[in-house]
């Protein structure tokens, strides 16, 4: 089982999108069918209905991060400070209403096209469960505010214990706007909807080999497809190939699922679809689902050696019952609820904690999009439009947004990246265990937990 999320979607029939057989040609070759690549083919198609695109897939579309994530349907208002220190700041706000925007878009597109999702706008909760979380969000509010910008209400104390059904979060300011999603339905519904427009899917096909021709051809073990532009959108994947291995870190996000609880979960205030995150830097995240189930997630598992995805990616997470602790820890009234299943899968985390696009070896013909963090659902929408404009060459506010860039920053080369990541994440893991007893870590683990990238949320100090 990849996730829970994927054993409840529907099964596709194989003769719908087959494996690749044979040499084929295409304008425009995709690899990778989450929701960046599918998004890239639907931004395509709707700008140049005539363009040939054809989609390989390792394995199912959704197979990947998109059928396996928590479902938050973000923005990046709360990233703000990340966006101004890597564009400029003008930029940085259309970005961030742009994002907001997607929230919208995305329920609309779901609604239009008949995908049921169980998309739900009940908002998110930016919330703190220990002290040292108190006012994560402050800077990020202080910025928006002298923009007159206000995407997030302050909640007092009562309101966020009465609303979350847990008197463990102390603090907390909410989006209203944000959405929860069955994230594998809306894989395959995106699935469904390029298929119906046309676009060509080859899944069970992995790439085993991108040939760096005039036209380039990708390669599969029983066809190639020769293609005017190639797209890469393959997420954690993209470290196979050797100019994107350093620039994201691979590291696990583990997730816990309880059985379905829905009365207690009404009667404990948390009534409604509510996304609700911490502010510790190995982010908790948590939501409720249409059958009255808790989904819980962490953030900052395991690395990789090589920064490659492994088998350890797929499947059940080895952090369970660590991630079962931090459920109990925030809701100890619900310590009796069984957890029904637990996955994992990879983040692509990039150093600056956003996506990144761009011409790979600097070539016009080889796009890539990858770094979401963690906050691709609602983003890799935007990302959409982004290589949509790249391959079509279209000098627009996408083409030319502060994300594109043809280098990113680099992660150290192994063995260090791999070892001092490892030290790192341990440490950070002493600083969560440590802010939950109200205690101050040692200098050294204080030190060490510091050299971490920008974390999912700025934690005050
Ligand atoms: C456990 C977990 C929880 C998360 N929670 C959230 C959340 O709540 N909110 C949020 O916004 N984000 C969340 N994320 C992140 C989010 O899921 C991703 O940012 C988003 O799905 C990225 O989409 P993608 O298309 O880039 O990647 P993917 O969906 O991973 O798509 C990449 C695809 O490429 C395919 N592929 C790989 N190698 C090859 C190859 N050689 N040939 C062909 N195909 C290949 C893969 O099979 C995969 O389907 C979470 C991620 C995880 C793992």
Known sequence: MLSQWLDEAPLIPDDEAPQLKGDIRADVCIVGGGY????TALSLKEREPSLDIAIIEK??????????????????????????NFCASDEAFRLAAASADCVNDM??????????????????????TNQAQDGAWSAAMETL????????????????????????HI??????????????LLARGLRRIALAQGIRIFENSPMRRLKRTRPPCVV????????????????????????????????????????????RLISSGWADGMAISDSHTLVNYYRTTRDGRVVFGAGGGFLSYANRVREKFDGATPRAAEVAGYFHQTYPAFRDVAIASHWTGPIDRSLSGLPFFGHLDGRGDILYGLGFSGNGVGPTMLGGKTLASLV?????????????????????????????????LAAKRRVKTLDDQGQKPGMLTGAIASLAPAGFTKVKG
């Open 392 to 424: 079509l060459e279209t000098r627009d506010q996408w083409s030319e947004c502060g994300l594109v860039r043809d280098s990113a920053s680099q992660f150290p080369p192994e063995p260090m990246r791999y070892f001092g990541g490892t030290m790192v």
């Open 59 to 84: 394995g199912r579309c959704g197979d990947g991060a998109s059928g396996r994530n928590g479902g938050f349907v973000l923005s990046w208002w709360r990233s703000i400070g990340s966006l101004k």
């Open 107 to 128: 329920a609309r597109f779901c609604t239009d096209n008949a995908i049921d999702c169980d998309y739900r706008q009940d908002g998110w909760l930016w919330a703190a």
């Open 36 to 39: 960046c690549g599918l998004w």
């Open 220 to 263: 599969t073990a029983h066809g190639t497809i020769t293609a005017d532009k190639v797209v890469i959108a393959m997420n954690a994947w993209s470290t196979a190939l050797p100019e994107l291995r350093r620039s994201i870190l691979v590291i696990s996000s583990d997730i816990v699922a309880t059985k379905p609880f829905a009365e």
């Open 145 to 168: 505010a002298k923009q007159q910008i206000h995407p997030f209400e302050q909640w007092t104390r009562d309101q966020v214990a009465a609303r979350t059904g847990s008197d463990k």
């Open 171 to 184: 603090s907390g300011v909410f989006e209203p706007s944000a959405a929860t999603v069955q994230p594998a």
